[in-house]
């Protein structure tokens, strides 16, 4: 069973870490989140049933759970900070793509997405996870899964209009 869990680990944690990340704005508590959910599937009455869910659903439903947990206990609402810092120790590509004007203003229009909205949108466009997996993982149905992503994207799109129109000028202005 160890070594399955540590080939579950290595091929999951990293993907789990950044939506952990992107929920909660701490990387910090993002490994916290990882490892407990980790440490939940060795625990004699865990509730993951592999003939009900492949362990990459079960893993993201958890992380979410667990990040709106301790979000809940904050007693605030998930929003990502704009200090980057905690994201470019952990070495990802979000940090590279922060230290533009346009990652940034990204970051802040994903962040400002209702929650609902916003974990939609992280799994199925930074986790690359179907409709059918996302609406497993947390729970929905496929229609509603549908429905926040498309208003997800259509506040985005509203969101980062401005940024849209000045890079269009830009290359109109090339010769």
């Not at 120790?89 to 994903?110: F, H, K, N």
């Not at 259509?154 to 830009?170: F, I, Q, T």
Request: hydrophobic residues 40%; contains cysteine; proline residues 5%.
């Amino acid at each position: 069973m160890s070594q399955a869990l540590l080939r579950l680990f290595e091929d999951h944690h990293e993907a789990l870490f950044r939506f952990a990340y992107r929920l909660t704005g701490s990387a910090a508590e993002a490994e916290d989140i990882v490892q407990e959910c980790f440490l939940g599937l060795l625990k004699p009455n865990s509730a993951y049933d592999a003939r009900r869910t492949p362990p990459r659903t079960y893993l993201f439903g958890a992380v979410r759970n667990q990040a709106l947990k301790r979000i809940a206990r904050r007693g605030r609402t998930a929003e990502l900070q704009d200090d980057a810092s905690d994201l470019a120790d952990a070495g990802s590509p979000e940090a590279e793509a922060q230290r533009t004007e346009l990652g940034a203003a990204v970051q802040r229009a994903i962040a400002e997405l209702p929650p609902t909205q916003r974990e939609v949108l992280l799994l199925a466009h930074y986790e690359q996870m179907s409709l059918a997996e996302i609406a497993e993982a947390l729970s929905l149905e496929i229609g509603a899964v549908k429905s926040r992503l498309q208003r997800a994207r259509a506040g985005l799109k509203e969101a980062l209009a401005p940024y849209a129109r000045s890079v269009e000028k830009n290359v109109e202005k090339r010769p």
